[in-house]
Nanobody, 114 residues
Framework: QVQLVESGGGLVQAGGSLTLSCAVF????????MAWFRQAPKKDREIVLD???NAGTTTKGRFTISRDYAKNTLTLQMNSLKPEDTAVYYC????????????WGQGTQVTVSS
């Protein structure tokens, strides 16, 4: 049974950095399209960043996804955080070729104070 377990959320001041982790249980981390999503209060869930199945790291703006193969963990490095980054962050995974993400973690809260 595949499980995704996020950790690393918390309270941080604007301009600070935070790293979230998503531990993968039940299968290897490699060869799997994955992503980080977030959902702010009263807003729809949105994708933060995704990583294709054969990439080790991907960066977009202030966010970087990386695979730690030794720990079987996906991380999200977030820099220069803003109050509008406040949300519950989820990691997700899907099999290659799937249109929807099939596996989801329980989420971790990130709060950015101004």
């Amino acid at each position: 049974q595949v499980q995704l377990v996020e950790s690393g959320g918390g309270l941080v001041q604007a301009g600070g950095s935070l790293t979230l982790s998503c531990a993968v249980f039940g299968r290897t981390l490699s060869g799997w399209p994955m992503a980080w999503f977030r959902q702010a209060p009263k807003k729809d869930r949105e994708i933060v960043l995704d990583i294709i199945w054969n990439a080790g790291t991907t960066t977009k703006g202030r966010f970087t996804i990386s695979r730690d193969y030794a720990k079987n963990t996906l991380t999200l490095q977030m820099n220069s955080l803003k109050p509008e980054d406040t949300a519950v962050y989820y990691c997700a995974a899907k099999t290659i070729g799937a249109t929807e993400y099939e596996y989801w973690g329980q989420g971790t809260q990130v709060t950015v104070s101004s």
